[in-house]
């Protein structure tokens, strides 16, 4: 290679060198600029950009909403969750309002976060949707085969012979949730794995949750169906083209119901985690994240 090409080879792998520095250099300031955004928590002002042109039309507004995790934030222990004054004054504002109807799909026994939001005229759907409280005190429970409910009793009580200090069993009538939150980090994986082998050996399914398992029964049920039960019971079969839906969670379970909502909808998930994969259309830091949505519905439907 002469003088000439040498010259001319390097010159080339110089801009090349520096074309690839400064697209690592600009890849690293977006994924820098995402993070901090992530631990940002949206204003108002943000909400007028994600929902402002969606709900412009003036259709039914539906409200969707998981709560451990996305009305309150995590806790310790279960009975130890509560919303925060201004998330509970706001929610119901929101409940009060004839324009908004508003859902609570929790993995939770229907009864129990009932118990936990204490508002009149929600819809209340607990283990996942299996189970559907109305306002007027009727009920939908998803059938669940008599061969797989009556080994129940018998789940639970092999797993309580593997709980120990630092886990518990929350007993929710068709479903359960094996915790393990408060038991030593090394020992997670051990007792994942034993209360994993003891729910399938039942026939349930185990779901993992935060720093815990769920037993679930083997139907095709979860919570996009639920949701897309309650709002075709409320709104009919067309509700997709009648009503504008809302929806929040912060569990992998609740990526069933941002699935549902996919181009119809606009979901948030809460996480703190610019990577982690969702179906959701945006992602939203914290339980305070909420707060500030749930102002922001209140403020423009109560004009």
Same mark, same amino acid.
């Given at each position: 290679?002469?003088?000439?090409?040498?010259?001319?080879?390097?010159?080339?792998?110089?801009?090349?060198?520096?074309?690839?520095?400064?697209?690592?250099?600009?890849?690293?300031?977006?994924?820098?600029?995402?993070?901090?955004?992530? /631990?940002?928590?949206?204003?108002?002002?943000?909400?007028?950009?994600?929902?402002? &042109?969606?709900?412009?039309?003036?259709? &039914?507004?539906?409200?969707?909403?998981?709560?451990?995790?996305?009305?309150?934030?995590?806790?310790?222990?279960?009975?130890?969750?509560?919303?925060?004054?201004?998330? $509970?004054?706001?929610?119901?504002?929101?409940?009060?309002?004839?324009?908004?109807?508003?859902?609570?799909?929790?993995?939770?026994g229907v009864d129990d976060v009932k118990a936990k939001?204490?508002?009149?005229?929600?819809?209340?759907?607990?283990?996942?949707?299996?189970?559907?409280?109305?306002? &007027?005190?009727? #009920?939908?429970?998803?059938?669940?085969?008599?061969? *797989?409910?009556?080994?129940?009793? /018998?789940?639970?009580?092999?797993?309580?012979?593997?709980?120990?200090?630092?886990?518990?069993?929350?007993? $929710? =009538? *068709? %479903?359960?949730?094996? !915790?393990? #939150?408060?038991?030593?980090?090394?020992?997670?994986?051990?007792?994942?794995?034993?209360?994993?082998?003891?729910?399938?050996?039942?026939?349930?399914?185990?779901?993992?949750?935060?720093?815990?398992?769920?037993?679930?029964?083997? *139907? !095709?049920?979860? /919570?996009? $169906?639920?949701?897309?039960?309650?709002?075709? !019971?409320?709104?009919?079969?067309?509700?997709?083209?009648?009503?504008?839906?809302?929806?929040?969670?912060?569990? @992998?379970?609740d990526e069933d119901v941002c699935e549902i909502l $996919? =181009?119809?909808?606009?979901?948030?998930?809460?996480?703190?985690?610019?990577?982690?994969?969702?179906?959701? @259309?945006? #992602? *939203?830091? %914290?339980?305070?994240?909420?707060?500030?949505?749930? &102002?922001w519905i209140d403020q423009k439907f109560s004009n």
């Amino acid at each position: 290679m002469d003088r000439q090409s040498q010259r001319s080879f390097k010159s080339t792998l110089s801009r090349i060198v520096i074309s690839l520095v400064l697209i690592v250099h600009v890849a690293s300031c977006f994924e820098l600029a995402l993070q901090l955004s992530l /631990k940002m928590e949206p204003t108002l002002v943000d909400f007028d950009k994600y929902l402002e &042109n969606f709900i412009a039309d003036n259709k &039914n507004l539906a409200l969707l909403l998981d709560y451990d995790g996305t009305l309150a934030p995590i806790a310790p222990h279960p009975n130890l969750t509560h919303m925060t004054d201004e998330t $509970k004054s706001a929610l119901n504002r929101i409940a009060d309002n004839s324009r908004i109807f508003t859902a609570v799909i929790s993995g939770r026994g229907v009864d129990d976060v009932k118990a936990k939001i204490g508002l009149n005229g929600v819809v209340y759907a607990g283990n996942h949707g299996l189970e559907i409280l109305y306002p &007027n005190s009727t #009920r939908y429970n998803q059938e669940i085969p008599g061969s *797989v409910s009556g080994n129940y009793d /018998k789940m639970v009580k092999e797993l309580e012979k593997i709980t120990r200090s630092g886990s518990w069993i929350e007993n $929710k =009538g *068709v %479903s359960l949730t094996f !915790h393990y #939150r408060a038991m030593a980090e090394d020992q997670h994986d051990m007792i994942r794995d034993e209360a994993k082998f003891i729910i399938e050996g039942f026939g349930y399914r185990a779901n993992q949750a935060h720093c815990a398992i769920e037993a679930k029964p083997p *139907v !095709h049920w979860h /919570k996009g $169906k639920a949701a897309e039960y309650i709002l075709s !019971h409320n709104f009919g079969e067309e509700w997709r083209s009648t009503t504008k839906v809302v929806f929040a969670g912060d569990d @992998t379970t609740d990526e069933d119901v941002c699935e549902i909502l $996919k =181009g119809v909808g606009v979901t948030f998930r809460v996480t703190a985690d610019p990577n982690l994969p969702t179906k959701a @259309t945006y #992602r *939203v830091p %914290s339980t305070r994240s909420i707060t500030t949505l749930l &102002n922001w519905i209140d403020q423009k439907f109560s004009n």
